[in-house]
């Protein structure tokens, strides 16, 4: 895989080596079954996972100071000299302190060991030892004794030294497992399996960048011969995390695209003209702009692979629909899939409304849907009889079975991996593919996460929407609240009142829902309606709630988090959100969008006081901006990539090493060489032995 063209018996070698680097961890000399066992709780299964076990931090341990200079020492030191005496102390009962002394000519030092008694034996007189630890001058102010706590320690005639004497790497542990074990487990690793490490970056790659070699990376990643070594192995190997990365990425789109036919649209014609007409707006330019985008794709015979991002209430739903309809009207099935029952609700509701005008058969298929009604859906699907099916991930089932699929639209919020979306476009013939997601991502990681998609983007609200004004208010403000709300009502606006949100226990969540509810109703809004809708309220309850609301026959709903995406009442105008500290920062965000989408203004009240700075930092980028993209930056600097995007569900690569905020610069450098060297040469790298590759480095699906 190192050179441009890979010769068949290198991509063997490389196979071979690959294989066993895939073994299991437990056949490294000194591991066994047992401790393998440990290590995968780590995420450490095979060879390359231990190979690739980067260390958390450091601890320079390069330099041996005198023992007189101790002295006037704080902190960690590494010592070395000649064992002199070995004790062992019982000071009281259940007790047992060994003291190794050691001298280096300029004076004396002592190892102190608590209740390791098996220390004793490590050691006998005459011994040349070195001690790493922290120095205690406790009993050096009283006995002028100098004691290192516990240290590390390794016999100085060892021809390697792995835990003193060197720049020592500190590992993430676990339970059962000690920095020493590992260290040792790792260089048995190294000394055994690296030559079979295939440098996965070409030649030619590692010249132009000044990268090192791969074995020469893993070694200094773990064992640096000195701090610039350590510097360079890690660039080298952040390098490599997004140089992968990006070859998954780009092949595999390259491998959508290339030699399957889609199917071609025509220009548009009636429904879709009709639709447009029937609209009670016109589009937003940004809508148009957009739409022309995905139109162009349609009428290609090349598969459309396109994502549509679009802050909350930016209008996507009518370009999904569209979408649809282009298909349809051209004699294709159509899958809408999103990722709550509530929401695919919805979806139906306002999709069915447009297209029961046009004659277009829509079908809702969920999990919880009786099987009588689901056989006949499937039969109909099948049939061709429907030309729309809108549903959660019940769609990817493998008893749903098109007729002819070829336009998929997902609305996918980040909440479903790659592999989903690619088990719904499987079930059609290349049939063109629409993701949308209400998360403005940074541009450098939607390449990352979307980088085999193009991407459109709806970056203006419709006309006459105001900003949402966002208050946070403590509980004591509660009655104020209360009064306000009802001035909005008797105005004729309705409003949301989202309960807390209780980790990992919804059904504690469902009853404060319902506590709520009672209270709103009984005592603070008894001469208003107030419904409740949580996650267990019965599908046909729930949709007659929602209807209601809708049609402005509820003017308080009280929900748990159910509502927090897609749900579109444009009369609502009032958002209120208990314990809102709990919530992460695009939850809120999603919340608040719930609100201000007709013209009234409208308000989101977060009722709530921080525990945590972090907390702090969220409520208060919520009550500065109203801007998706911003709130996205932010909550992305407060938790972090792997968090931001729930990395294993979104198929978000695990990176060893790389880290997505930090080295973005990198990443799109790589991305632009990477392109570059596909373009020019697009058989440059042999997939399978790719696939092979990503699928040892990063354990997501997202090739
Ligand atoms: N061009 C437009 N002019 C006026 N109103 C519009 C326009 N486009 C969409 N709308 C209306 O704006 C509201 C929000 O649109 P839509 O539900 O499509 O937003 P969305 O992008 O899906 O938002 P979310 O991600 O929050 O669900 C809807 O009531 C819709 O009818």
Redesign the pocket.
Known sequence: MNQPVPKTKEQLDIKKNLEVLAGSVQYVKGIGPKRAQILKRLGVENIMDLLYYIPREYSDRSEIIPIAELKNLEGEVTIKGEVVAIQELRPKRGMKIIKVAIHDGTGLAFGVWFNQPYIKNQFKNGDKVIFSGKVNLKNYYRYRKIELNNPVYENLKSEEHVHTKRIVPIYPLTEGLTQKKIREMIKKAIDGYLHYMPDLIPDFFREKFGLMPIDLALKSIHFPENRSLLEEAKRRLIFEDFFLLQMGILVKRKIIQSDKRGYACKEDQKLVKDFLNSLP????NA?KRVWEEISKDLQRDKPMYRLLQ?D???????IAALTLIKGIENGLQGALMAPTEILAEQHYLSLKEWFDVLKIRIELLTGSMKKKSKERILKELKDGKIDLLIGTHALIQEEVQFHKLGVVVIDEQHRFGVHQRDLLRKKGLHPHVLVMT?TPIPRSLALTIYGDLDLSV?DEL??GRKPVITLQRGPEARDKIYSFVKEQLNQGRQAYVVCPLIEDSDVIEVESAIRMAEYLSNEVFYDYRVALLTGQTPRDERDKIMRDFRDGKVDILVATTVIE??V?V?NASIMIIEDAQRFGLAQLH?LR?RVG?GHAQSYCILIGEATTPEGERRLKAMVETNDGFKIAEEDLAIRGPGEFFGTRQHGLPEFKIANLIRDWQVLEQVRREVKDLLDKSPDFINSDLLKVVLKMRFKGSFV
């Open positions: 707006f016109t589009l937003t809508q679009g909350v209430g930016s209008g996507k739903t009518v209400a709806i419709p006309p995406v897609g579109d444009p999603q969008g989408r």
